[in-house]
């Protein structure tokens, strides 16, 4: 004989069949999740400051300090360097303050050159921006949150943590304590986890605390990522899951195919493992490119003919036809021809 729910659980289960009708209706969940909001300004660098080995954080202020556009927790700056680099940083600071932006940027001395250059920057310095824009979006009334954090993936997940409060928890993974930022700006009761004080994380086992209908929230290398992909689900079906990957997107089920550069004639074989823009990359090194997975526009290109498998979470239905973000999408059965 089945016992009859008890009212706790009764409750708990209606809180969660609101909470997926309100955050996963298909009419509520935009296919293109990429929130832009703000516009091109100068800015100058207010503060440099050592967070971490190899981790610095940098405030960006008006002139004058005038008010910056609002943002919520999850968003990002494009950050124009003054190679012509156009890179994105995680808001690791005050949604409140409307005065500065802080960001935080990782030295990777076998990089592209990016890390370097934003190392490189002092007080004073002026800074082009765009933004704020936000592809991982902080649902604001979840039941609760597990927040799992792991190296620079910290930045985006720490706004969201304090507007959390008491509904979240954070388990934050790194190589050392040396090395993971912002230790000092957590909640008392953060699990903090390096690998040289507790081995190898197991991410299961990590996933396996939320609660259910528990809003989960992972942000690290691609390896944390894919774990929480194949895992959670089968742990907790009622939860969600929410990432935000630094690094490029790796090509699934792709094809060889020719693309041609329009303007120089210049043809290129793309790999099956590779995408355009990897491909384009060889012949024009110089051409514009930056967040790698879809979503930022830079590598925007207009298509003059063939077909397009469009992978990107920007594009309209309406700029489909005529365009492709070349980081991510690729020929369906046919060559390219691309106005470059």
Known sequence: MTAAP??????LGAAVDVYK?????????RPHPVRHNGFDMDVVVETVEAEAEDVVSLTLVRPG???????????HLDVFLPSGRQRQYSLCGDPVDQHCYR????????????SLEMHAL?????????????AFTFVERAPSYLFLAA??????????????????????????????????????????????????????????????????????????????QRTLFALNPTASLHTERFSALPVLDGREFDLTLARSGIQVRVGSAETALDAIRRVR?????????G???????????????????????????????????????????LDL
Request: include cysteine; charged fraction near 25%.
């Open 122 to 134: 002092r007080p004073g310095d002026p800074v082009r921006i765009r933004g704020p824009r936000n």
């Open 151 to 228: 190296g620079i993936g910290i930045t985006p997940i720490l706004p969201m943590v304090h507007a959390a409060g008491n509904r979240g928890h954070l388990v934050y993974l790194g190589r050392s304590r040396d090395t993971m930022p912002f230790l000092d700006e957590l909640p008392g009761d953060t699990d903090i986890r390096p690998d040289d004080e507790c081995g190898a994380p197991d991410i299961a086992a990590i996933l396996r605390t939320a609660r259910p209908g528990a809003a989960v929230y992972v942000c690290g290398p691609p390896p944390v990522l894919e774990a929480a």
């Open 21 to 29: 009708k309100v955050f996963t209706t298909p009419a509520l969940s």
């Open 103 to 114: 960001i935080a940027v990782r030295r990777l001395p076998d990089g592209d050159g990016g």
């Open 295 to 337: 979503f930022c526009g830079t590598c925007r290109t207009r298509v003059l003919s063939g077909a397009v498998d469009h992978r990107d979470r920007l594009l309209t239905t309406a700029e489909r036809p005529g365009h492709m973000l070349t980081c991510v999408s690729r020929a369906v059965d046919g060559p390219l021809v």
């Open 65 to 75: 300090r005038e008010r910056l556009p609002a943002w919520r927790p999850g968003s």
């Open 285 to 293: 090194p110089d051409v514009a490119y930056s967040c790698r997975q």
């Open 6 to 11: 008890t009212f706790g659980l009764r409750a």
